[in-house]
Nanobody
Framework: QVQLVESGGGLVQAGGSLRLSCAASGRTFSNYYMGWFRQAPGKEREFVAS????????NYADSVKGRFTVSRDSAENTLYLQMTDLKPEDTAVYYCAGRGRSPYLPRVPAGYDYWGQGTQVTVSS
């Protein structure tokens, strides 16, 4: 059974940085898409970034492009989201997600089968 566990969230001032981690277990993740989503209070869950485990092909939401970097460590089975130049509008619960079968729809929540429990990121102005 696939398990995803996020960590690394917290409170940071605007302009600061955080690195989120997502420890993945339960199987090998070759041929998996892994994604980061976020959900602010009263808003829908939105796509942040994704990476294809084998090729490291990445995609980003326009709102985070140039500030956030998604990566993975195959040896550690861990997904990362490095966040820099954080803004108050980045405040949300951040979730990692995974899917290992087609169709691959990395930018929508319905495109993922497995989810972590989320980690809170709060950016103060």
């Amino acid at each position: 059974q696939v398990q995803l566990v996020e960590s690394g969230g917290g409170l940071v001032q605007a302009g600061g940085s955080l690195r989120l981690s997502c420890a993945a277990s339960g199987r090998t993740f070759s041929n998996y898409y892994m994604g980061w989503f976020r959900q602010a209070p009263g808003k829908e869950r939105e796509f942040v970034a994704s990476i294809y485990w084998n090729s490291e092909n990445t995609n980003y939401a326009d709102s985070v492009k140039g500030r956030f970097t998604v990566s993975r460590d195959s040896a550690e089975n861990t997904l990362y989201l490095q966040m820099t130049d954080l803004k108050p509008e980045d405040t949300a619960v951040y979730y990692c997600a995974g899917r290992g079968r087609s169709p691959y729809l990395p930018r929508v929540p319905a495109g993922y089968d497995y989810w972590g429990q989320g980690t809170q990121v709060t950016v103060s102005s």
